[in-house]
């Protein structure tokens, strides 16, 4: 009986890291490649921080028109917008009229939150979300859950540093795919079973020791 028990523990550990192996395949080959600089236009843009490619990305699509204003979400507090606005020179017009710092989201469920209030605050009906290739389908996962209503149109950005096509041969890459994925997967649980915690309370949650 025991050994039967133990079998059938081994067989499911088996199955279990097949299908992982098989869903983690799936969800880096479906994963962008290459930019696109032609969409459609929306009524605003959001930008996750992250990478400095994320931010320059949403500022070219701000200033070819292709959104009417921009929220950058997950600032650190220190960063002002006069130290983000040195990154694009050229677009430091763009800074003083349209551009709108988000301090308070912590993790990509608050991002979505705050994109939420920034989305309602200006009665925006389509956004256009721009972050890394890897963390699109976590971040379109969240924010299409906060704003069901709204036309969401995914701005992928692609690091000249990062070889998707080769992704196998880079071990960093691997994890950070691998740990994203895993995001992924408990982003899609959690939204499918109706958790309701907010981003802020569950970043503060990470920080706390654990329950004895």
């Known amino acids: 009986m025991v050994r039967l028990a133990r079998n059938l523990l081994v067989t499911c550990a088996l199955l279990g890291g097949l299908l992982f192996a098989a869903g983690f395949v799936m969800f880096v080959g479906a994963l962008e490649r290459a930019e696109s600089h032609e969409?459609?236009?929306?009524?605003?843009?959001?930008?996750?921080?992250?990478?400095?490619?994320?931010?320059?990305?949403?500022?070219?699509?701000?200033?070819?028109?292709?959104?009417?204003?921009?929220?950058?979400?997950?600032?650190?507090?220190?960063?002002?917008k006069e130290e983000i606005a040195r990154q694009r020179p050229d677009l430091r017009l763009f800074f003083s009229c349209c551009v709108d710092l988000d301090y308070r989201a912590l993790n990509t469920i608050g991002n979505a939150e705050q994109t939420r209030n920034w989305v309602r605050e200006h009665r925006f009906r389509?956004?256009?979300?721009?972050?890394?290739?890897?963390?699109?389908?976590?971040?379109?996962?969240?924010?299409?859950?906060?704003l069901p209503d709204v036309r969401i149109v995914a701005h992928p950005v692609v690091s000249d540093r990062t070889d998707l096509d080769a992704w196998w041969r880079d071990p960093p890459l691997i994890k950070l795919l691998a740990i994203e994925y895993v995001k992924y997967v408990m982003s899609r649980a959690r939204i499918a079973f109706g958790d309701r915690q907010t981003g802020t309370e569950m970043a503060r949650a990470a920080m706390l020791p654990a329950a004895r």
Request: zero cysteines; aromatic letters at 2%.
């Open 39 to 80: 969409g459609a236009p929306a009524d605003g843009i959001v930008a996750l921080t992250g990478g400095p490619e994320r931010i320059g990305d949403a500022m070219e699509l701000l200033a070819r028109g292709r959104g009417g204003r921009l929220l950058i979400t997950g600032v650190n507090e220190k960063t002002s």
């Open 126 to 146: 389509s956004l256009i979300v721009v972050t890394s290739s890897y963390h699109m389908p976590r971040t379109l996962a969240e924010i299409s859950h906060a």
